[in-house]
């Protein structure tokens, strides 16, 4: 993958500030969501269209946040440098970071997160033919949709049709996937969106 042009190295470094505020800010306040943290994330992703780069950004602010003692903001860099390398199709790496990450939140109650991880941990290891993949994904995005989470839902519906399709079980997959079409558009995030249309043209063209 390409390096990005000069031009980005400005943008860089004010998204790297935005996110180490944050940090900050959630630490001091609690008044920084989840949602908008992922935002922040999936917006470094998309404006720069390197997720190798992704990765490394999130293992450096993993590191930062440990290094500072701050148990939440460790976890959700782990989580974001797992969702880094699962969109490069690394999953032994994608695998062992969201580990890492549920290993952390499980140790401090931050059950939001824990779920969140598993629903990725599932995919992955679904992946692998892992019994109860897909039930285990269903029962996540119920609790998820239940509690209002809606990225959260979102997240899992896109493994849930992803996984499903892996699996070729087309007919589920078609159905999630459309969900997750209509719900990335409703939440704006035009990664899900896009690749939710390319998975629903392939299983189309099958």
């Known amino acids: 993958m390409h390096r990005p042009p000069d031009k980005y190295k400005e943008m860089r470094t004010l998204l790297a500030l935005i996110l180490f505020s944050c940090l900050l800010i959630n630490e001091m306040t609690g008044q920084v969501s989840f949602g908008e943290t992922q935002k922040i994330n999936e917006g470094w992703k998309f404006q720069k269209g390197d997720f190798k780069e992704a990765a490394m950004a999130s293992a450096r602010g993993a590191d930062l946040a440990q290094s500072i ?35 952390i939140a499980e140790q401090y109650g931050y059950d939001r997160l824990a779920r969140h991880d598993r629903m990725y941990l599932w995919y992955l290891e679904g992946r692998q033919g892992a019994e109860h993949a897909i039930e285990s994904l269903r029962l996540l995005v119920r609790k998820a949709e239940d509690e209002g989470l809606t990225w959260d839902a979102l997240d899992g519906r896109f493994l849930l049709g992803a996984l499903a399709y892996r699996l070729g079980q087309s007919d589920l997959a078609r159905e999630e996937l459309e969900r997750t079409r209509i719900l990335a558009r409703e939440c704006r995030s035009r990664l899900i969106e896009k690749t939710a249309i390319e998975l629903l043209e392939r299983i189309g063209s099958q």
């Open 69 to 103: 003692g701050l148990s939440y903001e460790t976890a959700l860099g782990l989580h974001n440098l797992g969702d880094s390398w699962l969109w490069v199709e690394d999953f032994a790496r994608s695998h062992t970071a969201f580990q890492r990450s549920l290993a």
